[in-house]
């Protein structure tokens, strides 16, 4: 199918174009762009007063198949995914059995290019069983298709193993993204505070994370390497990564629009969707992750798509498993929370979520709207405001806490390797 | 019913100052009813009460089973542990169960902080919270500030220390929220590794000196310390801990004569409290058993008594 996208407002991270230009899309690039394109025998989306975006690229999410399939599996996920304006998805390793062998990878990438919606690309697992004991077999795991690997989930605890695997990570060329969490605080529910206290949940201290984002800078200084860290969420930890790339050390980060959006007020209402790690922290830290995302510390938003449940959720906060989903919500959060806010601009807001993940995760035919770069192209209503409803979600879980909240933003068509893969009713 | 129109309590912070000081007045004309040759009013005839308990606990129980009888009211045991969450039925499914039944009130007990709110958002009969996690404990506080205003007759003013484990226990949260909606002053002494994060934002002191709070408290409420704290790593020693944090027959005497000195029980005879001390005439933590029933009667009776949640 050709497609011609009429009168589109680009948006680049220099910002939206001054004027509305004509994109020809074939053979799943983008075939031109000029001010004015014929019709022709093509599929014409008419993109006026809307803007036109690269696809957003999500560096972290949780697909749970293999193994969990009654979460969501590649086809649903690929589907919330496309509905949320991503195109290109990376899947934490943490499945059943984690994604730990060239086999696996293998099955996943099968299964995604039956379902054809998004880019799948499978993050590897930094250790066997991702049971923080052996490394994988990393260099294998890149050859089947990995382009980073991780043990989210958790962190590499073991200085030494972490060691040894960002050394392995350096000579393959591939991306280590880091869990932050001192597993031995993890004991605990929730942020640890006075909100804690009140709730009379366990709580977790916020120097879980920054103990091991410092250890991890000190290890990217030392091994004159790039380590990646996954959903950074406290003001200590944006601290240190502000300070190391100070120093010009090879660390990048995300975060997520959880992370922005929510404080652990919200768990006060024990709704087990508000339960998620890291934990939801203090309105100080939200105010840092914005300005941390505002001047570059923090590199990009992913979403942490977690599905679980609702049988799953709906046990006493303390036994509920840890996660949200987040595809759907992600571009409107951002929209609501970063732009509306003016945090970001629309150009910064496509750096964060596709132009650095790309670059970061070293997809050089994406993230931006260009001449034989991959047609992966989004259509956006930037003003238009819309309730969040649990009966809408395509996800086959619906575990998310903003069910209900009114976001402004809404993504309206969804290309991806220039095929049609959603369509707003 | 003194205007009275909450149909759950689970939280003293939920209630105004005036809502505990109907409680407690209340509560005052029930601890007649127990002294009673015949010990039971209709007042709640043809209610039935369900005690919902997920935790091994007697004495709050049957408090609130005697209340509840003496009221007249139809009581029935539902022990959650034995029955059906080893099935893999969620505690609001079981409750859920017990609502279908039309009962007109459950009192909850759970290991897990927030299951009374979670239940009394979704269900109908009016909920009452006898116990969550680390989080409330709401009657043991209302019968504590009950206790202490029988014995010295008022709880503004007062300095009221609460001492021990102040991290894991409802009842410490309860009774801060409590006693400092009374307007009195509360001092939390306990090893920092018991004290919870923030704390100080409930409007209370905290002291590691257990001789801080001796000198010039009205009130001293001690806490259970768990042993397993021990292996939790939150002492070094349960010996250490007795030696800082335990109140014993010498160190009493550096508190005022009339010190009141209170336990929600059970008593770990030998840690927070020397036997000599606990069963010494300061103690009122017999006094305190006796006023749970007759302050969970005025509960039951002001919250049943209001006929819309």
């Known amino acids: 199918m050709v497609i011609l996208i009429k009168n589109a407002n680009i948006v680049s991270a220099k910002g939206i174009s001054k004027e509305p230009q004509d994109i ?42 293999p193994g969990q399939e009654h979460k969501e599996t590649l086809e649903t996920g690929s589907k919330s995914a496309a509905k949320g304006g991503f195109t290109t998805i990376f899947c934490m390793p943490n499945t059943k059995p984690p994604i730990d062998s060239a086999k696996i990878v293998e099955g996943i990438l099968k299964e995604a290019k039956r379902v054809g919606l998004v880019n799948i690309i499978p993050v590897g697992a930094v250790t066997k069983g991702q049971k923080g004991q052996e490394l994988t077999d990393i260099f294998e795991l890149k050859e089947a298709g990995c382009l980073a690997i991780s043990d989210d989930g958790k962190s590499v605890s073991n200085s030494q193993l972490m060691r040894h695997a960002l050394e392995y990570a350096k000579m393959a060329d591939i991306l280590l993204m880091e869990h932050c969490e001192d597993p031995t605080f993890s004991h605990g529910v929730m942020n640890e505070g006075a909100c804690s206290t009140l709730l009379g949940l366990k709580g977790i201290p916020d120097i879980s994370e920054s103990i091991i984002v410092g250890r991890d800078i000190e290890l990217a200084k030392y091994l004159q390497t790039r380590i990646h860290f996954s959903h ?22 995300e975060a997520c629009p959880h992370h922005f959006s929510l404080t652990e007020k919200s768990v006060e209402s024990f709704d087990t969707n508000t339960k998620v790690h890291p934990p939801l922290k203090t309105q100080a830290d939200v105010d840092a992750i914005k300005q941390g995302l505002k001047d570059g510390t923090i590199d990009c938003i992913t979403t942490d798509h977690a599905p679980h449940t609702s049988e799953e959720k709906e046990l006493e906060f303390d036994r509920a498993p840890v996660g949200m989903i987040g595809f759907e919500t992600a571009f409107g959060l951002a929209v609501s929370e970063l732009v509306e806010t003016k945090t970001l601009t629309w150009g910064k807001l496509v750096e964060r979520m596709a132009i650095t993940p790309a670059k970061i995760s070293g997809l050089a035919s994406k993230g931006e709207i260009a001449q034989d770069k991959d047609a992966d192209i989004i259509v956006v209503d930037p003003n238009k405001e819309w309730i969040f409803e649990k009966d809408q979600i395509v996800s086959k879980s619906k575990n998310s806490p903003f069910i209900g909240r009114t976001l402004k933003g809404l993504v309206e068509t969804t290309i991806c390797a220039g095929k049609i893969v959603y369509q707003v009713k | 019913m003194s205007g009275w129109n909450k149909g759950d309590l689970l939280d003293l912070k939920d209630l105004t100052r005036k809502d505990i000081e109907t409680i407690l007045e209340t509560a005052k004309s029930f601890k007649e009813v127990s002294t009673r040759d015949v010990k039971k009013v209709p007042a709640l005839r043809g209610k039935t009460v369900v005690m919902l308990f997920s935790e091994p606990s007697t004495r709050t129980r049957v408090s609130f089973e005697l209340a509840a009888k003496r009221l007249s009211a139809d009581t029935l045991n539902v022990s959650v542990s034995a029955s059906s969450l080893s099935k893999g039925e969620s505690i609001l499914d079981m409750a859920k169960n017990i609502e279908a039944m039309h009962v007109d009130m459950i009192v909850v007990r759970h290991k897990s902080s927030g299951v009374p709110k979670v239940l009394a958002d979704a269900l109908t009969p009016g909920i009452i919270n006898a116990g969550d996690g680390c989080r409330a404990h709401p009657t043991q506080a209302l ?35 409590g006693l400092t909606k009374m307007g009195a002053k509360v001092t939390l002494c306990g090893p920092s590794t018991l004290i919870p994060a923030g704390v100080e934002d409930q409007g209370v002191k905290v002291t590691h000196n257990l001789d801080d709070v001796l000198k010039d408290s009205d009130v001293l ?84 008594g209001k006929k819309e949640k």
């Open chain 1, 24 to 65: 020809l899309i074939e053979k799943g690039v983008i075939k031109e762009i000029s001010s004015k394109i014929p019709c022709g025998d093509y599929k014409v989306i008419d993109a006026k007063d809307k803007l036109v975006l690269p696809g957003l690229i999500d560096l972290h999410c949780h697909l749970r198949e």
């Open chain 2, 143 to 177: 019968l504590d500030m009950f206790t202490i205003k029988e014995k010295i007759g008022k709880i503004e003013g007062l300095k009221v220390a609460i001492i021990g484990d102040i991290l894991h226990s409802r009842v410490a949260r309860s009774n801060i929220c």
């Open chain 2, 221 to 304: 409420m001690c806490l259970r310390l768990q042993k397993e704290r021990q292996q939790e790593k939150y002492l070094p020693s349960v010996r250490e801990y007795v030696k800082h944090f335990g109140l014993n027959k010498e160190k009493l005497k550096m508190a005022k004569k009339d010190v009141v000195i209170m336990h929600p029980g059970p008593v770990n005879r030998g840690i927070e409290l020397s036997a000599e001390v606990a069963d010494g005439e300061n103690s009122v933590i017999l006094e305190q058993v006796t006023n749970g029933v007759a302050v969970r009667m005025a509960v039951l009776y002001l919250l049943l």
């Open chain 1, 232 to 253: 950074i969420s406290s003001a200590r930890s944006v601290d240190l990564i502000r300070g190391a790339k100070a120093q010009g050390i090879g660390v990048t980060a």
